[in-house]
Nanobody
Framework: QVQLVQSGGGLVQAGGSLRLSCEVS????????IGWYRQVPGKQRELVAS???????DYANSVKGRFTISRDNVKNTVYLQMNSLKPGETAIYYC??????????????WGQGTQVTVSS
């Protein structure tokens, strides 16, 4: 099973920056893509950014130009750098992997989530 351990997050003032980390233990799985999601209570979890195995990235329109997803293959860690944060982006942030094990594809794993609070 893929294991994900998140770190980072916390409280920041509007306009500030935070960096989230997601350490990935592949345990024999091939990671096809990693995404960062966020969820506000009472709302659906939404995709913020993703990075594919080839390094291609994708962002929600609302965060383009402010958030950056990246990965360190040596540390097996994916990062989400968040700049110019807004109060409305207060949420629990999750990383998620989509992976393959042998012939089994579409295996998903979620991180434990980390709270990001942006004060006005």
């Amino acid at each position: 099973q893929v294991q994900l351990v998140q770190s980072g997050g916390g409280l920041v003032q509007a306009g500030g920056s935070l960096r989230l980390s997601c350490e990935v233990s592949r345990n024999g799985f091939s990671i096809n893509a990693i995404g960062w999601y966020r969820q506000v209570p009472g709302k659906q979890r939404e995709l913020v950014a993703s990075i594919g195995s080839g390094g291609s990235t994708d962002y929600a329109n609302s965060v383009k130009g402010r958030f950056t997803i990246s990965r360190d293959n040596v540390k097996n860690t994916v990062y989400l750098q968040m700049n110019s944060l807004k109060p409305g982006e207060t949420a629990i942030y999750y990383c998620k992997t989509e992976s393959t094990y042998g012939r089994v594809t579409g295996v998903f794993q979620w991180g434990q989530g980390t709270q990001v609070t942006v004060s006005s």
